[in-house]
């Protein structure tokens, strides 16, 4: 039996690409730029591409791109819009649990949770974020999405299902609070027309977590903010946030250390 995210983008591409959470590739696109200052010599992995949106649209703006994804199906409807738009990144087919590239890229993007907090376990994606991180050469950048635990926590279950931006429809759901994930079985249609249920499993992190495995992957220079689909800009999270956006330098020297919790920088040794 597949795992349920499989199951999901194996026929969800069309669909995914009207979903309402989809459609700020534009200002999320403005502010990668600004994070690497418009450079294009800057080369680019996107993982967890999906249909290739924040991947086409860093090569209309002349990057060099590579996006690789699980999914078959999300991969031909990406090479279909590249053609599309008259753009040529490169789509590879890929598991990011499995290490790839070494030191090829300047700036991994990894956004709209990209594989990261859909895993099975907190080692398979833990596994995914040290791919990433070693497909950068030295004093590359890390940008990635994630679900925020502060959202679930602060509000009951049905208060986040129904805050929750998606067309997917749920039915029946839990968060464990000992494991941070939610467990939740939803109905959703495919690119068919045909209404699927499924059974998802998905980890919220909070903001000292992520810190900690960015530290421990090397990166010293890290900012967790909060983040909304369409509207990234740097700014504290707070559990309004329904994801979390990390931005972490691997630094020439371990000068200092961006404190999350309070706001300001720390330095350290």
């Known amino acids: 039996m597949k795992p349920w995210y499989e ?8 669909t995914y690409d ?10 999320e696109v403005d502010f990668i730029e600004t994070e690497i200052a418009a450079d294009k010599t800057v080369r680019i ?14 090569a209309r703006r002349g990057y060099q791109v590579t996006g690789i994804d699980l999914s078959a199906n999300q991969l031909a409807r990406a090479r279909e819009k590249a053609l599309a738009a008259g753009v040529q990144p490169v ?40 791919n990433a991180v070693r497909a950068l050469r030295h004093g590359g950048k890390f940008m ?5 635990g502060l959202f679930p926590l602060a509000r009951s279950v049905k208060d986040f299902v129904n805050a929750a931006p998606s067309g997917v429809r749920t039915l029946d759901t839990a968060f464990d609070l000992s494991t941070l994930r939610m467990r939740s079985q939803v109905d959703y ?4 027309g045909v209404t699927r249920r499924l059974d998802t ?10 810190t900690w495995y960015m530290h421990t992957l090397g990166m010293w220079n890290v900012s967790v903010f909060g983040c909304t689909a369409g509207d990234f800009r740097k700014g504290p999270p707070t ?19 961006r404190s999350l919790d309070s706001g300001y920088d720390r330095i350290g040794s």
């Open 45 to 58: 992995l996107d993982i967890g591409c999906g249909t290739g949106r924040h991947a086409i649209e860093l």
């Open 144 to 148: 990635f999405t994630c679900l925020n």
């Open 239 to 257: 559990p309004e946030h329904f994801e979390l956006l990390v931005i972490a330098d691997m630094a020439r020297e371990h000068e200092g250390v």
């Open 18 to 27: 009207r979903e309402c959470f989809t459609q700020g590739t534009q200002q």
């Open 91 to 130: 789509f590879e087919q890929r598991d990011a649990r499995t290490p790839h590239f070494l030191g090829a890229f300047d700036l991994a993007l990894m956004l709209c949770e990209g594989g990261f907090s859909l895993m099975e376990t907190d080692a398979m994606n833990f596994k995914i974020l040290e």
């Open 189 to 192: 249609t495919d690119d068919d």
């Open 201 to 210: 499993d998905e980890r919220h992190y909070i903001p000292s977590e992520l």
């Open 7 to 14: 199951e999901l983008f194996s026929n969800y591409a069309r």
